[in-house]
């Protein structure tokens, strides 16, 4: 049964460690606490700036102006479109490489946001980083890979509208052929006509060729009519031609302008014959005559027919002019997209190419009825001076209250699991006998050691009221030598002295101990003569004038001191004294003591405070109890003063 539990009767359930002197002992080690607290300070700020994450963002923005005819139309939803167009894997796998960047396409995409600014045609490009030039980089990088592949697709749109201008100029050619085809099978005709017509002419009456003739005076008239529109169609061409000698004007207005005067000259090329058909009118009244070959049928075919031709040379002239303007712009906009795209083109390279290819395209896609599109970089991505989302305080703030905890669980654990015991609480909560005494260090010896002469009396004080009565057989031990045990044996036995009881000091031989034959009679004599009597073995300790037995002058075996004789020699001391104080051989390796523990009537455990380890001392007391001793309360010898008065006394 535990000492403490039976002696107080309480169910209470006992630390394993004394809370006062734990805490004494943590504040006693402020200077440790303190260098914790600075490591683990310098260790959280070392922390949060090598493993905390600072996040920086930066962002390029994309103007996208749709195009209609060389101008700027209504803004529509394509804008919504690039959203999905910017962030594919072509494009990041692309920026990822020439960045050189060691992350995966998934986490490239999630540090790049698009956005679109609200009402407008603004793409906010967005990419957040650790790093603020990558950051910079990221998000610079991702729209040029992004604008040259949209260049690249402009271009392809562009070499579509090529190849179906060439179909469209071999369709017009084949057209033009078969118009001429078709005019000199309709010439052939016509001529066949007109000579039938004057092979098969009959007369016919002089008024009815002259009423002939006024008709075609009229249509003669028409064609006068025609002459004026061909001069004002002149007098335009000619003006035209002087505007374009001097470049204000294009050559295809120069040349659609004198398709109309060939076209205004087929009407007019007749106008000459009015005066013959006058001529004809007047010799034909009164008589009659054989009138000339009318024009013949097929002639108005021929007319509408050449017209049709000049319709489509000039077509022919004006898509061989946007077929030459397209051609010339794909070849330009290749050789500037060859340029934005070389990998050591500067920034101010790379801006000069995309204007160029803005405006190459934009001239050519604008020209189709659903227009074009340009994309126009309002600034470029700049690396941030201070990060958005920073995790170094948590880090640095998180490794730190871990460091800190750690030293100090380290040192609360060195303290928990400290080897020695340092205080009256401590003994008692770890050996689980009650402490009857605290003896501090002696700093002096004689009487003006006060305090160490008030702790030997109470320590007396509570040694005879664990061990009552007269007669009565009190052994001192120890774990080892060198724990004060003799001097604990010498002081309690002045104390009890003093206070007017008998007491007689036994010192048992320790082993190895060396005598001398100078020696007074002793313990030894008394076994190796047990005629002498015990009187002759007993002489007075001049130190403090209390007789002792001594262990005598001879090396005294250590199993002798179980044997009966050793009982006999205990039982004659009892009967002359009231106390008898056996200092006890030390208990390990091995207890030596043997018949004189079972015979005290109670034994006090010395302890070397701050020195004897508490496993040492657990082992001494389970031998002490299994050779019959009966232990009645552990001392703490040499205890500091910090710690001496920690912990409640075996109080009487």
Not at 60 to 88: C, E, M
Not at 112 to 121: E, M, R, S
Not at 206 to 233: K, M, T, V
Not at 247 to 271: G, I, N, P, T
Request: overall charge neutral.
């Amino acid at each position: 049964m535990d000492p403490v539990a039976s002696k107080s009767g309480s169910d209470s359930v006992e630390l394993p460690f004394h809370p006062g002197t734990l805490a004494r002992a943590l504040a006693s080690r402020w200077l440790t606490i303190l260098l914790i607290v600075c490591l683990a300070a310098a260790g959280g700020v070392a922390a949060g700036r090598f493993l905390g994450k600072r996040t920086y963002e930066s962002g390029t923005l994309l103007h996208y102006r749709p195009l209609s005819s060389g101008r700027p139309s209504t803004p529509d939803a394509t804008i919504l479109s690039f959203l999905n167009q910017v962030k594919i894997p072509l494009n990041l796998d692309e920026t990822r490489r020439r960045l050189e960047l060691p992350v995966s396409l998934a986490g490239l995409g999630a540090a790049i946001d698009i956005k679109v600014a609200k009402n407008t045609t603004v793409l906010d490009l967005r990419a957040t980083w650790t790093d603020p030039d990558t950051a910079a980089a990221i998000a610079n990088t991702l729209a040029d890979v992004f604008l040259a592949n949209w260049f690249d697709s402009q271009i392809d749109e562009v070499g579509r509208m090529h190849k179906k201008a060439l179909e469209e100029g071999q369709t017009l050619q084949v057209q033009a052929d078969a118009l001429a085809k078709t005019i000199s099978e309709v010439e052939d005709r016509v001529k066949r006509e007109i000579t039938d017509q004057e092979r098969d002419v009959k007369r016919i009456h002089p008024s009815d060729r002259a009423n002939r003739l006024r008709a075609e005076i009229q249509e003669d008239r028409a064609a006068r009519a025609s002459g004026a529109n061909l001069d004002a169609a002149q007098k335009e061409l000619d003006r035209l031609k002087t505007l374009a000698a001097q470049e204000y004007v294009s050559q295809s207005q120069v040349e659609r302008a004198q398709a109309l005067v060939d076209r205004e000259k087929v009407f007019a090329q007749d106008s000459d014959r009015i005066q013959q058909w006058k001529k004809q009118i007047e010799a034909a009244e009164g008589q009659a005559y054989t009138p000339q070959a009318t024009a013949s049928p097929s002639a108005f075919l021929l007319q509408a027919t050449r017209l049709r031709a000049i319709d489509l040379a000039n077509q022919q002239v004006a898509q061989a002019e946007t077929r030459d303007r397209i051609e010339g712009g794909l070849q330009e906009a290749r050789s500037a997209l060859e340029s934005y795209r070389k990998p050591d083109a500067t920034p101010e390279s790379r801006r000069q190419s995309r204007i160029a290819l803005n405006g190459l395209l934009s001239r050519v896609l604008a020209t189709r009825p659903e227009g074009g599109m340009e994309f126009e970089v309002v600034a470029e991505a700049v690396p941030p001076t201070l990060p958005v989302k920073s995790t170094r305080k948590l880090v640095g703030a998180a490794a730190g209250v871990g460091l800190l905890a750690l030293g100090l669980l380290a040192l609360l654990a060195s303290e928990l699991f400290r080897r020695t015991l340092r205080s009256p609480g401590d003994a008692k909560a770890r050996l689980r006998f009650p402490v009857l005494g605290s003896l501090p260090v002696a700093k002096s010896t004689g009487p003006t050691n006060v305090a160490l002469d008030e702790a030997i009396r109470t320590l007396a004080r509570h040694v005879r009221r664990e061990v009552p009565g007269w007669g009565v057989r009190i052994g001192v031990a120890s774990a080892s030598h060198g724990e004060g045990r003799t001097r604990i044996v010498r002081g309690l036995a002045a104390c009890l002295a003093k206070r007017g009881e008998r007491v007689l000091r036994v010192d048992l031989p320790a082993p190895g101990a060396v005598l001398s034959i100078d020696e007074p009679c002793g313990l030894s004599d008394l076994f190796m003569d047990e005629s002498l009597p015990l009187s002759h073995a007993i002489h007075v300790d001049p130190a403090d004038g209390l007789p002792v037995l001594g262990p005598g002058r001879m090396e005294l075996e250590p199993d002798l001191l179980g044997t009966r004789r050793m009982g006999w020699i205990l039982d004659e001391a009892v009967a002359a004294h009231d106390v008898i104080l056996l200092d006890l051989p030390p208990m390990l390796p091995r207890s030596d003591a043997g018949l004189a523990l079972s015979k005290c009537d109670g034994v006090v455990f010395v302890v070397l405070a701050d020195s004897t380890p508490v496993d040492v001392a657990r082992r001494a007391l389970r031998v002490l109890e299994d050779d019959g001793g009966k232990v009645v309360g552990v001392v703490l010898n040499r205890a500091s003063e910090r710690y001496r008065n920690l912990g409640t006394l075996e109080d009487a």
